[in-house]
Every structure is written in C-alpha cells, then in structure tokens.
C-alpha cells in the first residue's frame, strides 16, 4: 500500500479475525516503533509483544475500554519509566505517540488492524507482562486482521472539518 493510502485507511479496529500474525508481521510493526524519532533520541520506551490468549484476556481487563484486546490474535504493550519529572514525562508521552502512529501505518500497509486502548490498573497490567514496577505500563495495541471491512482509504473520515482546523499564517 502507498504511504497517503495507509494513512487515509488507517482506523481503530476492535473486532478481529481469528488468525494470527505472523512473527515476521508483528516484528515489523514493532521496527516501526523503534525507527520512530524521539527527543534527544531517548527511546525511552520498550514494546512487549503478547500472542497468549490467557495474557490477552487478562490485559482486556486493565481498563474499561481494552475489551478489544481479549479477542485480538495479538497485542503490543507500550512501556515508559516512571519519571518524576513533569516535562520528561510529558516529552515520552509524545515519542509515544510517534511511536504508536508509526505501528499503526506499518500494520496497515500490511493490512493488518490495530486498536488502541489506554491503561488503568497498573499493578495488574505490570503483573499480567512482568514490567518492572519502576516502568508504566501506558497503552496496549490489539493488532490483527480485521473482521468485516478491509482497510481501505476513508473517503470521509470522522472529523472536526479540516477548514476548521487549518489555519494559514495566523489563526
Ligand atoms: C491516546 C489514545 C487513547 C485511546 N484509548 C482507547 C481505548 O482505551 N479504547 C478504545 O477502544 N480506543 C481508544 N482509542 C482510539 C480512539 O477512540 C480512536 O482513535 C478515535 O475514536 C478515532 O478513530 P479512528 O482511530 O478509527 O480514526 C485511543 C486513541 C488514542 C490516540
């Protein structure tokens, strides 16, 4: 898939087919997140990569909106160090991100789907991975292929309107 098809066809994806991805699919998408750039090029992130059903089940269970997760054939955890710094803290939350976005436009060149969810019960999620206790555990990624629809460019996507959210030059 060209890069601008990718990302007009990437969106959320809950439901899932039952087969799995490939090691070689998931390794993939998990580069992506390691080519992504960060602030002084900190990496200050680790990916763990969960194909157990008995792990994915429980981890669909770390918050109200990860139910998506206990039916993926795989999800990837998204790992910081705690950081008592206000600023660092803010500042890997946005590599984050880029690395995320970066995993979801890989995933979907591929074809496959990704869904993300937040993370609430630290204790249980650090336990259900074995993260250490002085990482977080910030966000999970289901990834596999989605049931239903393919992915495809969204002609109309759910949107504020981009005339509204463009400015030029000044606000
Ligand atoms: C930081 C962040 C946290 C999110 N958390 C969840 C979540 O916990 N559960 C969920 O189902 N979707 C979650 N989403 C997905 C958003 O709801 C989704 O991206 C948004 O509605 C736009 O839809 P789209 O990704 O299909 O374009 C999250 C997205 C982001 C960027």
Same mark, same amino acid.
């Given at each position: 898939?060209?890069?601008? +098809? #990718? ?6 994806v809950?439901h899932y087919?039952?087969d799995p991805?490939? +090691?070689?699919?998931l390794?993939? =998408?998990?580069?992506? #997140?390691?080519?992504? &750039?960060? #602030?002084?090029?900190?990496q200050?992130w680790?990916f763990?990569?969960? !194909?157990?059903?008995a792990q994915l089940e429980q981890?669909? %269970?770390v918050w &109200? *909106? /990860? *139910?998506? =997760?206990a !039916?993926? &054939?795989? #999800?990837? /955890?998204?790992?910081v160090p705690?950081?008592?710094d206000?600023r660092e803290?803010m500042?890997?939350?946005? +590599?984050?991100?880029q690395a995320m976005?970066a995993?979801? =436009?890989?995933? !979907?060149d591929?074809?496959i789907? %990704?869904?993300h969810?937040?993370?609430?019960d630290?204790d249980?999620?650090?336990d =259900? ?5 002085d990482?977080?555990v ?9 049931a239903?629809r393919?992915?495809?460019?969204i002609?109309? &996507? +759910?949107?504020?309107p981009f !005339?509204e ?7």
């Open positions: 898939m060209q890069t601008w +098809d #990718a990302i007009r066809a990437r969106r959320n809950r087919r039952p991805v490939s +090691d070689d699919d390794e993939r =998408i998990v580069e992506a #997140a390691w080519r992504a &750039p960060s #602030a002084a090029n900190n200050h680790d763990v990569v969960v !194909t157990d059903r981890l669909s %269970t &109200p *909106g /990860a *139910g998506h =997760i !039916t993926a &054939p795989s #999800a990837i /955890a998204l790992v705690e950081s008592g206000e803290t500042i890997d939350q946005f +590599d984050l991100g976005m995993m979801t =436009i890989a995933a !979907t591929l074809g789907g %990704t869904g969810s937040a993370v609430g630290q249980k999620a650090r =259900i991975l074995g993260v250490p206790d990482h977080r910030c966000y999970l990624l289901g990834v596999g292929y989605p239903g393919k992915l495809q460019p002609r109309k &996507p +759910d949107r504020r !005339t959210v463009l400015h030029r030059g000044r606000w």
